[in-house]
């Protein structure tokens, strides 16, 4: 069962983490498909080809 | 001050092991090609035929490619440590020791934090760390157990004030959105993280050293230990375990020779430095929905790629000790565990191409992915195999491999024996490593060392079948779309009995059954060569409830070090553990209820 409430046991001894954040930006890993790119694949293609 | 090591790898000679990995692979493949060539052609050439020299080529390859690791670590000789001077570790800045957690048993999770608070408190070095323990844990029964068990913790732990504890409400990312949702929070107030899995267990001496080295190397943003397992208590499970420590660390020094700086990260038991991690790491969604898209399952090995990518070192470092897991104590647990791995892997088939990545990198991507293509490829060959003796049967009246063969009779035994060898051949040359150089003695006796290598070779024989088809049917799951998610595993006793091995196996069983069946109609001269595949996937139930029973009546069997001279953290935990889970016993019928007599006693 997911809950979002706090917990009852809330008052246990938790401390709060340290507050120092850290920026952490998100990485590239996938580039969007371009058709220019089949384009110049095919340029090329031709090109090598004479 | 005193004198530690920093780590050494060094890049050129990485790139001279990775040609040579390569060069002796393919001479192995094209020489296991020529000996098929030679069998298969004198009954005339067939199109099966080439369909099995594609096939056979490519597990002969992926077989020898495996297979170096473990010969350059056997007789290449690793890069000697720098001798260097160094501080305590709180010279070096503060260290958080991160324990990710999602639905996991915290009396033993929380006894391995007061374990190694413990030892690091005994040592003097206490103060330079903190731990935090991460809680993605979504169910409130859970939750409420985690609260329970942190207020014993921090009754029970002297440094009590270095133990930190929080749970996300909802757990995005899973354990790389977890460990970046920290980050993100306190990273900043840290120089190093120490990533645990909640298995993990750390000698503090090994904690202190990983800052020590990783200090030491300003290039370096990533340190993997070489975790070794602990606590198996099945057949299959102490199989696994002894495998784990004679086999692993020899292929891992020659892995680490081949990776240079371009080296693995596992998800635990490894150290980084934040800010380089945060500068580097920071994962996207990929494109698309599960299993292929979504969050990053196999999070661990694109990381370590896109440190190297930002110019970073990521280390292998089997040099350091004491760093413990556990692992799957059944066959069952072990293709539970496969089924997200495989998932994870077959992802990077998304990443694979990403922008600027080394190449390197993206072959150990590649390398994860075949790690699972091949179950499949081995399947195919066997099926192509047996269809391939069927159209040759008229040709030849009877036999098969050395019989009334129409190709050589040495050639068939010739590549039987090369195969064998090459999956054979490094297991009995570590052993024979072992047996020479006096390290037995952590394994009981030479004898016994020589016993239980040949016993695991037994057993994995027999249940590589059954493996082999747990991987094939994850493979499929996945191409197929079917998201696995990352369910969390099993850390409690894997005692299985035959009705839960059936539930979950019957389909090899079938499988099995049905495969025999069309070799004893269509090629019955191949029965005797299918059995040793046939029979463990016909019996696969009774090899599966039978390999998860505890080994009590051969106790000497598969001993390892850390049962024979254990290393302070482990009697640590197994004493705070037997102290949180035994007062149930005797307190249970006053409590009622046995876990609040444990975390009250």
Redesign the interface.
């Known amino acids: 069962?997911?809950?979002?409430t706090l917990?009852?046991?809330?008052h246990?001894?938790?401390?709060a983490?340290?507050?120092?954040?850290?920026?952490?930006?998100?990485?590239?890993?996938?580039?969007p498909f371009e058709w220019g790119s089949v384009f110049r694949l095919w340029t090329l293609v031709r090109l090598r080809r004479g | 001050m005193r004198l530690s090591a920093a780590p050494a790898y060094r890049q050129d000679r990485a790139v001279v092991f990775r040609w040579t990995a390569l060069a002796v692979s393919s001479a192995t493949t094209l020489f296991a090609a020529w000996l098929f060539v030679l069998l298969a052609q004198g009954d005339g050439w067939t199109a099966l035929d080439a369909a099995r020299l594609a096939l056979s080529s490519l597990c002969v390859f992926w077989l020898t490619w495996g297979t170096m690791g473990g010969m350059l670590g056997l007789f290449v000789a690793t890069p000697k440590p720098v001798a260097i001077e160094v501080d305590t570790p709180q010279a070096h800045g503060r260290t958080a020791i991160l324990m990710p957690i999602y639905n996991e048993d915290p009396p033993s999770t929380f006894a391995r934090v007061a374990a190694m608070s413990g030892r690091l408190l005994e040592i003097g070095a206490h103060g330079a760390f903190?731990i935090?323990i991460l809680s993605d844990s979504?169910?409130?029964?859970s939750?409420?157990r985690e609260?329970?068990w942190?207020?014993r913790l921090?009754t029970d732990c002297p440094a009590?004030e270095q133990i930190?504890?929080?749970?996300r409400?909802?757990n995005s990312g899973r354990k790389a959105g977890n460990i970046?949702d920290?980050?993100?929070?306190?990273?900043?107030?840290?120089e190093y993280a120490i990533v645990l899995d909640a298995d993990s267990l750390m000698e503090a001496d090994a904690i202190v050293a990983m800052v020590q080295r990783i200090a030491a190397a300003p290039q370096v943003g990533l340190l993997q230990t070489l975790p070794e397992i602990v606590h198996a208590r099945s057949v299959f499970g102490r199989a696994l375990q002894f495998a784990a420590t004679v086999y692993t660390p020899v292929f891992a020094r020659g892995t680490a020779l081949m990776q240079g700086g371009e080296g693995p990260y596992w998800g635990h038991n490894a150290i980084f430095r934040?800010?380089a991690f945060?500068?580097?790491?920071?994962?996207?969604q990929?494109?698309g929905n599960p299993p292929f898209g979504g969050h990053i399952l196999s999070h661990d090995y694109?990381e370590a790629a896109?440190l190297a990518r930002a110019g970073h070192a990521v280390l292998l470092d089997p040099a350091i000790g004491g760093s413990f897991e556990e692992g799957p104590d059944n066959i069952m647990d072990f293709a539970k565990r496969d089924q997200r791995w495989c998932q994870g892997n077959l992802q990077h088939s998304?990443?694979v191409m990403?922008?600027a990545l080394h190449l390197w990198n993206r072959i150990t991507l590649l390398q994860g992915i075949f790690n699972y293509l091949m179950p499949p490829v081995w399947l195919a060959l066997l099926i192509v195999s047996i269809a391939s003796a069927d159209i040759a049967r008229p040709l030849y009246s009877y036999g098969y491999y050395g019989f009334e063969r129409p190709g050589p009779d040495w050639a068939g035994w010739a590549l039987i024996g090369f195969v064998a060898g090459i999956l054979i051949l490094p297991k009995l040359l570590i052993a024979t490593l072992y047996i020479l150089s006096g390290r037995a003695k952590g394994f009981g006796s030479r004898l016994l060392v020589l016993v239980s290598v040949m016993a695991e070779i037994a057993l994995s024989t027999i249940t590589a079948p059954i493996v082999l088809m747990f991987q094939v049917r994850a493979v499929l799951r996945v191409v197929s779309g079917f998201d696995g998610g990352w369910p969390p595993s099993n850390r409690k006793d894997g005692t299985l009995t035959l009705g839960q091995a059936m539930s979950g196996s019957w389909w090899i069983t079938c499988c099995g059954a049905a495969g025999l069946a069309v070799v004893m109609s269509l090629a019955p001269a191949l029965v005797v060569w299918s059995l040793p595949v046939a029979l463990p996937m016909i019996l696969a139930p009774f090899v599966i409830a039978a390999t998860s029973r505890p080994l009590s009546a051969l106790a000497a069997l598969w001993q390892v070090p850390s049962e024979t001279t254990p290393s302070p953290v482990l009697l640590e935990w197994e004493r705070i553990h037997a102290g949180w889970t035994g007062a149930a016993a005797a307190l249970g019928d006053e409590f009622g209820d046995p876990e609040t007599a444990n975390v009250l006693g």
């Open positions: 069962m997911k809950h979002d917990f009852p046991v809330e246990l001894r938790q401390r983490l340290p507050e120092a954040p850290l920026a952490m930006p998100q990485q590239v890993l996938q580039r | 903190d935090f979504q169910s409130l029964e939750a409420t609260a329970l942190l207020e921090l009590r930190f504890y929080r749970r409400p909802k970046e920290f980050i993100r929070h306190s990273g900043a107030a840290y934040i800010r945060a500068q580097s790491c920071g994962l996207p990929l494109h694109v896109l998304r990443i990403a922008p």
